[in-house]
C-alpha cells in the first residue's frame, strides 16, 4: 500500500520524540530527525516574557533591549584587553580587605565550600602567615575571622577554587578600549597546586618563589617590553590550535616568545633560566592572561539596563552562577553538577568535585567550548573527537548576538567565534551554553582528576529573564 501511495518512497522529517520515527522507518521510509523542544521549556508565562523581550517586539521595552544588547556587543568586540603590569593583589585590588580571601563563583561561606576551596582557602592562610598550621587556618574560617568575596566582585577572576589573597602577585590586565581593568593569578602549573586544594609545603614553596621571584622578574620584563596585547595573541593562538581555556600550548609559547628578549636583559642569568623552564613545562600559563582579558572585556559590557547579554558564567563547586548586563550585580544560580569526560586511571565520577572555577569566563567571551572547532587536539584530552568540537561551536552560535572577527576558526572558513551569549536565547532554545573544563577531585589537595564538558543550567537564564521581566514591569 505504502508503495502504490508513494511510489518514489517516503521521506519525512520527525519533530520532537524520537520514537515518532519508528514505525515510518519500519516501512522503508528516509526520515530525517529534527532535535526540536518547545520553547521556553513549554511555560506559557516564560515563553511571552521572551517574546516581549525580543529585538522586533513591539512596544517599548523590545527597542530597549534591542539597543541596550547593540551596546553590549560592541564593547565586548571593541574591547582591547593588554597587559600591563604583575603587582600584588592589596595594591590594585580596589577595596581588597587586609583578611579577605577570593573565591571563584558567585558568593559561598565557608560552611558550604567544596573540599578543593577549602583546602585552597587553608593554603592561602598558611601562605599569609596568619595561622601556623592547617587546623588553626581551618578555625579561624570557622570562627569567621576571614572575610570571603566572589573574585568577580573585584574584577578578578581565578581558575577552579580560584583563592586569591592579599598578597598574591597578579596580572593587570587594563581595556585599552574602555579604561577598566582586570585582574588574575599567576598559574601555577599543573600537580599538587593550591587551585586544586593542595597545601603541602611543596605548593607553598613554589607560591613563595612565584611572589618573591617569578613576578617581579617578569614585572619587570613586562616594564622593559611595554604592554602585551592580549586580544592579538589570543586571535593568533586560535589560528595554532588553542582554544585558550583548556588548550594553552600556543599560546603559552607564544608569551614565553614575547616576554624572553625582555626577561634575559633585565634579570640575572639564573633568575631568567629558572624562569623560562617554569613557563617551558606549564602549558597552562597563559590561561589565567586569557581569563582576565576576558573578564577586561565582559565587565566593559556589564550593567546597561535593559541588556540581556551574560557577562558572567562561574563556579563555586557547589552552585553554578551567572551575571547578566541588565540586571547589574545579582547572581543567578542552580546546582552545579559533575562534568562527562575522560577521567584518569584510577578515578571516576563518585571521586570528582561538581563543577569548579573561574575559567567559564573564556566561554562566556566566545573562546574555549565555544571555539572548539579551531582545537582539535582538545577532543582527547576531554574525551570527544574533534567533529564534537565543530558541533559544539556551530551550536553556539544560535545562542549568541555576533561573530568575532578578531577571533577566526579556519575549520569554520575563518568565520569568527559566537560572542555574546543572549539569554533570551538560551532560554527559548533550551540550548545552554557548553563550557570544557578540568574535573578536580572532591577532597582537597588530590588535584585533576579527568576533563570533560558541561552545560550551564538553563535554570540559570530563567531566573535571569525572570528578574530583568519584574524590572521592566513585564512580571508582577
Known amino acids: 500500500m505504502a508503495q502504490e501511495l508513494f511510489p518514489d518512497g517516503i521521506r519525512a522529517v520527525n519533530i520532537g520524540v524520537a520514537e515518532f520515527a519508528l514505525p515510518p522507518r519500519a516501512h522503508g521510509a528516509t526520515v530525517l530527525d529534527l532535535d526540536w523542544r518547545p520553547p521556553a521549556e513549554a511555560d506559557p508565562a516564560l515563553g511571552l516574557l521572551v517574546a516581549r523581550l525580543e529585538d522586533d517586539a513591539e512596544g517599548e521595552i523590545g527597542g530597549q533591549v534591542a539597543a541596550a544588547n547593540r551596546a553590549a556587543v560592541a564593547r565586548i568586540?571593541?574591547?582591547?584587553?593588554?597587559?600591563?603590569?604583575?603587582?600584588?593583589?592589596?595594591?590594585?585590588?580596589?577595596?581588597?580587605?587586609?583578611?579577605?580571601?577570593?573565591?571563584?563563583?558567585?558568593?559561598?561561606?565557608?560552611?558550604?565550600?567544596?573540599?578543593?576551596?577549602?583546602?585552597?582557602?587553608?593554603?592561602?592562610?598558611?601562605?599569609?602567615g596568619w595561622a601556623a598550621s592547617a587546623e588553626a587556618a581551618t578555625l579561624l574560617c570557622e570562627q569567621g575571622e576571614i572575610a570571603f568575596a566572589p573574585c568577580h566582585h573585584y574584577g578578578a577572576v581565578g581558575p577552579m577554587a580560584g583563592i586569591l589573597s592579599p598578597s598574591m602577585p597578579v596580572a593587570v590586565v587594563e581595556n585599552a578600549g574602555a579604561g577598566n581593568r582586570a585582574f588574575a593569578t599567576l598559574n601555577e602549573g599543573l600537580g599538587k597546586v593550591l587551585r586544586f586544594g593542595a597545601y603541602g609545603s611543596e605548593v607553598l614553596e613554589r607560591l613563595r618563589w612565584m611572589a618573591e621571584t617569578l613576578a617581579p622578574a617578569l614585572g619587570a620584563a613586562l616594564a622593559a617590553h611595554g604592554p602585551v596585547d592580549l586580544k592579538a595573541l589570543t586571535a593568533q593562538a586560535l589560528l595554532m590550535g588553542d582554544e585558550c581555556h583548556n588548550r594553552n600550548v600556543a599560546s603559552t609559547s607564544l608569551f614565553t616568545r614575547l616576554i624572553a628578549p625582555a626577561l634575559v636583559r633585565t634579570a640575572p642569568t639564573a633568575v631568567a633560566a629558572r624562569i623560562l623552564e617554569f613557563?617551558?613545562?606549564?602549558?597552562?600559563?597563559?590561561?589565567?592572561?586569557?581569563?582576565?582579558?576576558?573578564?577586561?572585556?565582559?565587565?566593559?559590557?556589564?550593567?546597561?539596563?535593559?541588556?540581556?547579554?551574560?557577562?558572567?558564567?562561574?563556579?563555586?563547586?557547589?552552585?553554578?552562577?551567572?551575571?547578566?548586563?541588565?540586571?547589574?550585580?545579582?547572581?543567578?544560580?542552580?546546582?552545579?553538577?559533575?562534568?562527562?569526560?575522560?577521567?584518569?586511571?584510577?578515578?571516576?565520577?563518585?571521586?570528582?568535585?561538581?563543577d569548579l572555577g573561574d575559567s567559564a569566563i573564556t566561554e562566556t567571551m566566545g573562546i574555549g567550548a565555544f571555539a572548539m572547532a579551531a582545537a582539535p587536539a582538545i577532543?582527547?584530552?576531554?574525551?570527544?573527537?574533534?567533529?564534537?568540537?565543530?558541533?559544539?561551536?556551530?551550536?553556539?552560535?544560535?545562542?549568541?548576538?555576533?561573530?568575532?572577527?578578531?577571533?577566526?576558526?579556519?575549520?569554520?572558513?575563518?568565520?569568527?567565534?559566537?560572542?555574546?551569549?543572549?539569554?533570551?536565547?538560551?532560554?527559548?532554545?533550551?540550548?545552554?551554553?557548553?563550557?570544557?573544563?578540568?574535573?578536580?577531585?572532591?577532597?582537597?589537595?588530590?588535584?585533576?582528576?579527568?576533563?570533560?564538558?558541561?552545560?550551564?543550567?538553563?535554570?540559570?537564564?530563567?531566573?535571569?529573564?525572570?528578574?530583568?521581566?519584574?524590572?521592566?514591569?513585564?512580571?508582577?
Open 77 to 128: 568586540l571593541e574591547a582591547r584587553p593588554v597587559l600591563t603590569a604583575i603587582r600584588t593583589a592589596a595594591e590594585v585590588l580596589p577595596g581588597l580587605g587586609a583578611r579577605t580571601i577570593l573565591h571563584a563563583g558567585p558568593p559561598i561561606a565557608w560552611a558550604r565550600m567544596c573540599g578543593p576551596m577549602r583546602g585552597a582557602a587553608v593554603g592561602a592562610i598558611l601562605y599569609e
Open 379 to 476: 577532543a582527547r584530552f576531554i574525551g570527544g573527537s574533534p567533529e564534537d568540537g565543530l558541533r559544539y561551536t556551530r551550536e553556539m552560535y544560535g545562542i549568541t548576538l555576533a561573530r568575532n572577527g578578531d577571533f577566526g576558526i579556519p575549520a569554520l572558513g575563518f568565520t569568527g567565534t559566537p560572542t555574546a551569549i543572549d539569554a533570551r536565547r538560551v532560554v527559548d532554545s533550551g540550548v545552554t551554553p557548553v563550557i570544557n573544563t578540568g574535573v578536580a577531585h572532591r577532597e582537597a589537595g588530590i588535584g585533576q582528576i579527568g576533563a570533560g564538558v558541561i552545560r550551564a543550567p538553563l535554570a540559570c537564564f530563567t531566573q535571569a529573564l525572570s528578574a530583568l521581566g519584574r524590572q521592566s514591569g513585564l512580571v508582577p
Open 279 to 354: 613557563l617551558e613545562g606549564n602549558n597552562h600559563f597563559y590561561l589565567n592572561l586569557s581569563m582576565a582579558a576576558c573578564k577586561a572585556a565582559l565587565d566593559a559590557a556589564h550593567d546597561i539596563p535593559h541588556s540581556t547579554v551574560v557577562t558572567a558564567m562561574a563556579r563555586n563547586g557547589v552552585e553554578v552562577g551567572i551575571r547578566m548586563s541588565g540586571t547589574g550585580a545579582a547572581w543567578f544560580t542552580a546546582p552545579a553538577l559533575v562534568p562527562q569526560g575522560l577521567f584518569f586511571p584510577g578515578y571516576g565520577p563518585d571521586d570528582a568535585n561538581p
